[in-house]
């Protein structure tokens, strides 16, 4: 038990994992630890990353605004950035789903996360039904989505070992069966089944657009989400996309549900809606919602808050965010990362030892043969430690390695990260051998 250091790291098994890296400074798509590594972040940092570290336009914005006002309540109160970043956001959103099915959304709610996005957008969906004197209680989902660990969020996830020890204590959800390849009909008849049982008593159906993230960066179809959200829309089902990981253009599109054509009822950002700078979540909602909860009587208001809900930092670093996407060539350089995924996806599909190799807008994803498969594979430790040792982020999910970089990230970079990743598999080719005898 004997630590040097007293900080409980998110998802560490502390008795396993030695000592956390110690990061001193950061710049576009690197990592500088105290001794002076130099550490390629292949990962943008848990997804939250998108123009590079220490953006120069979004520090000059966060320190401008540092010495202006940095706090105040949000409930009667308000400021510039919040109100800039609100109508930059619904603009930006709009324009994007030009010419898509559904209502606009022209309402956004602040918190600190994306975990309390979701939180946001499940009451929402629910308050909005209970105000209007609608019983609608079930809540659908989609097998293997992770929305982050707050209750709510775990809830409407799959069950997992990331929540087995809460299980007992989570809110029922139907979850429908993920959409492999060559499957969509099976999920798409379990939706069918359960609307025509119990569509007038479901309040939303919450999925990751086109990927799932932690489960293993699955993909799907944006043809099979359009049709899901058509079923659902038949029976009046609130559409709730958790864009957490895919918005701000991480799979080539700006939000993955404009890749299916239709517009959500409540939308989930945060990660990249700061350019991964500070801590932040938007739920967006459509007029019909926000209508839900304004009333003559108080008590129909919407009952959420967190305490750093608008806070004025985080307003100015995505209001600069904004900026740099209104600016610059962003996408541009998604399709660069894409186009050279693709390229690496050729040589990594002629490997034996791996499957399943996958490429969207700046994600690249292979499942390693012969592994055991779920998060805790211990292969996943083995190629973290590798690249590590080579100057290179990915930790990979079990027997899912990925790429998910910053945009800024040169050639150069991610031509490094396929060659380490190469001999990392290589390094693992005796056990896998070992495995497969
Ligand atoms: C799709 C998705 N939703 C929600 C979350 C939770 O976000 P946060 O960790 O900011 O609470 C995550 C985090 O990885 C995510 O990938």
Redesign the pocket.
Known sequence: MARVSPIWHPMTQHKIFGRAVAIERAEGAHLYTKDGQDIIDGISS??VNTHGHCHPKIVEAVQAQAAKLEQVIFAGFTHDPAEKLGRGLLRMVGAAFEGAGGLPLEFVFYSD???TA?EAALKMAIGAFAHKGEKRTKILALDGG????TFG?MAAGGRSVFNAAYEPYLFEVEHLPFPEAGQEKKTLAALRTFLQRHGSQTAAFVF?PLVQ??SGMRFYSPDLLRHMAGLCREYGVLLIA?E??TGFGRTGSLFACVRSGFIPDLMCL??GLTGGFLPMGATLATRDIYKAFYHDEKAKMFFHSTSFTGNALACAAALASLQIWEEEPVLEDVARIEASHSRAAGWFSARPDVENVRVMGSIFALDIKGADNGYLAPVGAQIYDYMMAHGVLLRPMGDCVYILPPYCIEEADLEYIYATLWAALDSLRGDVEQRAA
């Open positions: 848990w997804w996360s994306g975990s979701i992770y929305h982050g660990d969020a990751e993230g932690a958790d957490v990981m945060s990660k």
